[in-house]
């Protein structure tokens, strides 16, 4: 099945490329990283026997719901931590939510939860 028609060959490649840096996007531009920071957000649950189920829009307070193998349910907001950055405190609406802060390390891309004050 090694046809031209199924190969990408380093012209095309290059052309995908260049098409990904007209539009300006970058694997570190700070809304890529935050879908990386959820994808692995997501397979970190999955290893450790969570269940996950996604926010489908791109905005509120919760990013992803887990459910832990005894069927607890936790509200999370994936964040992630650079150089430059640390997590924001939760909203009013996220402490009455009891959203938990995953820290998504993007230097080493490790993961963590946030211990938060009550």
Not at 2 to 20: E, G, H, R
Not at 46 to 68: A, H, Q, R, S, Y
Not at 80 to 106: C, E
Request: hydrophobic share 35%; charged share 25%.
């Amino acid at each position: 099945f090694d046809t031209p028609q199924n190969t990408l060959n380093s012209d095309a490649y290059s052309k995908v490329n260049t098409k990904l840096e007209i539009t300006g996007v970058k694997p570190t531009d700070g809304n890529r990283l935050g879908d990386l920071a959820e994808h692995y957000a997501v397979t970190w649950l999955w290893d450790n026997g969570w269940e996950v189920f996604k926010n489908c829009g791109c905005t509120g307070p919760i990013d992803l719901i887990g459910m832990d193998s005894d069927k607890n349910l936790t509200f999370i907001d994936v964040k992630t931590l650079t150089k430059a950055n640390m997590p924001s405190n939760r909203t009013q609406m996220q402490k009455d939510l009891g959203v938990q802060f995953l820290l998504f390390d993007a230097d080493n891309r490790s993961l963590r939860f946030m211990a938060h004050r009550t």
